[in-house]
């Protein structure tokens, strides 16, 4: 009886009803279409920072985060992938390494960040194949071939096929120094980094630094961003007898998590104002309802109506 009635009376004012319903119906939708948006968004922009550069996971040395160094490496760094590729989630790992030096094209020289990386597996890993804007990707195998981030190659005049000279310290103590001829000038994203960044064969800067066999850094790219802390914690478990620091992309890129955070934190203070607007529209639409029946809901305590039952009234025709 109670619904029959709560229908009737939402037709009584056929021009409140639907505009309060379309209010509820945009609302809404705007809250659904605002929080898949930002969802996307949010998800895409991780992505790209971590998939496309960092890695989900990092494997490092203890206290290389904190404090990086040339000796803090990683030691049979091969065994440690072979059980990192195992692992369920891991979709890719690559190893790096990590120096600066002082790189010199002609009279033209500028403090550098050596990278070493494996050709194979960091486009396995980062698809760093497609980062490459002019010349090609580094070979398969060790060939004395650099890679120059977009801005250093400005910085140098550098051309496709020149040769760089690059000068650093061995981790022996001794004088590193080698020469490498420019195959490609790579976009990475990171204006930055790509001011400073000359990419090696790992093996070239393996033995550019003499740290044969040993690395700085395995980055890990998982299949599902959302399963990042559960993949971190079962590699934690296989490698727990390398004694090695693991972590997943929110403790080794914490000023980019907690931007990502504020933002966040942006975007529900964004949506709850547009609930709240929703809200009191429907509110003051009830309320007037009511007030306006006042008499109507007093005939009804008259003739026996409970004030729960009217209570429910109220809350069916706002439904």
């Known amino acids: 009886m109670m619904l029959k009635i709560a229908f009737r009376n939402t037709l009584r004012q056929k021009r409140r009803t639907i505009l309060t319903s379309l209010a509820m119906i945009v609302g809404f939708t705007l809250l659904s279409f605002s929080i898949g948006l ?5 998800s895409f922009v991780i992505n790209m920072f971590t998939r496309n550069r960092l890695g989900h996971i990092q494997i490092h040395h203890h206290g290389y985060l904190d404090k990086p160094s040339l000796y803090a490496t990683i030691n049979n760094y091969q065994s440690v992938g072979q059980i990192i590729k195992n692992v369920k989630g891991v979709e890719a790992w690559a190893p790096r390494i990590y120096s600066v030096g ?4 002609g009279e033209k020289s500028t403090a550098i960040e050596v990278v070493g990386i494996d050709a194979v597996r960091e486009v396995m890993a980062t698809q760093f194949d497609k980062k490459v804007i002019s010349g090609r990707s580094l070979s398969s195998i060790p060939a004395k071939e650099a890679i120059l981030g977009r801005g250093l190659a400005e910085i ?9 000279m690059i000068v650093s310290q061995g981790a022996d103590g001794s004088i590193a120094n080698d020469i490498y001829t420019v195959v490609g000038v790579v976009d990475s994203g990171d204006p930055l980094r790509d001011r400073m960044a000359c990419y090696l064969h790992i093996k070239d800067a393996q033995e550019l630094f003499v740290l044969e066999g040993r690395i700085h850094e395995i980055a890990v790219i998982v299949s599902d961003l959302s399963r990042v802390s559960k ?10 007898d390398f004694s090695l620091a693991i972590a997943p992309w929110q403790e080794f890129a914490k000023s980019f998590y ?14 709850f104002i547009i609930i ?6 429907v509110l003051n639409a009830v309320l007037m309802s009511v007030l306006e029946r006042t008499r109507e809901y007093g005939m009804l305590k008259a003739v026996g109506t409970k004030p729960r ?7 069916y025709e706002v439904n």
């Open 276 to 281: 709240l607007v929703v809200a009191v529209g």
């Open 102 to 105: 002082l790189g010199s094209i």
């Open 38 to 42: 930002s969802d996307g968004s949010y």
């Open 231 to 240: 993949v971190t914690e079962r590699i934690k478990v296989k490698l727990s």
């Open 309 to 315: 039952q009217i209570f429910w009234l109220v809350l």
């Open 258 to 271: 907690q931007a990502m955070q504020v933002d966040q934190q942006g975007m529900w203070i964004a949506l």
């Open 156 to 164: 140098l005049k550098a051309d496709i096929d020149q040769e760089i």
